[in-house]
């Protein structure tokens, strides 16, 4: 009768911990969707910057520039929008690559959780056997 009652204590040690990991591959999970929508935000914004890039430079000097601030335009000059345009662009690879370097860190952590899930499982069935 005592060795039922270690074996209940056995499985509810085995079912806290298979609750703790799968709550940790859950929000493992809800992270990387958080940190690809990030991604993909800025990779948008990179491409947009490229875009407008392309398209400024083949203006002539000659042709007005604006630049929209909130509910009104300022008119800069066309290597100040350049200027502007490439620093977006760069704030948004930096972003990129420390997003990426965030979304490697939860993926190995999804792992790690996922291969300790299947080794508790394992185990628990190599007991029940």
């Given at each position: 009768m005592a060795s039922n009652n270690d074996n209940e204590g056995g499985n509810d040690t085995?079912?806290?911990?298979?609750?703790?990991i799968t709550q940790k591959m859950q929000d493992c999970q809800k992270q990387l969707a958080q940190i690809e929508a990030q991604i993909s935000t800025n990779q948008r914004e990179t491409r947009l910057a490229a875009l407008t890039k392309r398209e400024i430079e083949g203006l002539d000097n000659s042709v007005p520039l604006y630049k929209s601030m909130g509910k009104m335009f300022i008119q800069e000059s066309k290597d100040d929008l350049l200027k502007d345009i490439a620093e977006s662009a760069k704030d948004a690879q930096t972003i990129i690559d420390a997003l990426e370097k965030k979304q490697k860190f939860v993926k190995r952590d999804?792992?790690?959780?996922?291969?300790?899930?299947?080794?508790?499982i394992q185990s628990a069935q190599s007991k029940a056997k």
């Amino acid at each position: 009768m005592a060795s039922n009652n270690d074996n209940e204590g056995g499985n509810d040690t085995i079912q806290q911990v298979y609750m703790r990991i799968t709550q940790k591959m859950q929000d493992c999970q809800k992270q990387l969707a958080q940190i690809e929508a990030q991604i993909s935000t800025n990779q948008r914004e990179t491409r947009l910057a490229a875009l407008t890039k392309r398209e400024i430079e083949g203006l002539d000097n000659s042709v007005p520039l604006y630049k929209s601030m909130g509910k009104m335009f300022i008119q800069e000059s066309k290597d100040d929008l350049l200027k502007d345009i490439a620093e977006s662009a760069k704030d948004a690879q930096t972003i990129i690559d420390a997003l990426e370097k965030k979304q490697k860190f939860v993926k190995r952590d999804l792992d790690d959780a996922t291969g300790n899930l299947r080794d508790i499982i394992q185990s628990a069935q190599s007991k029940a056997k």
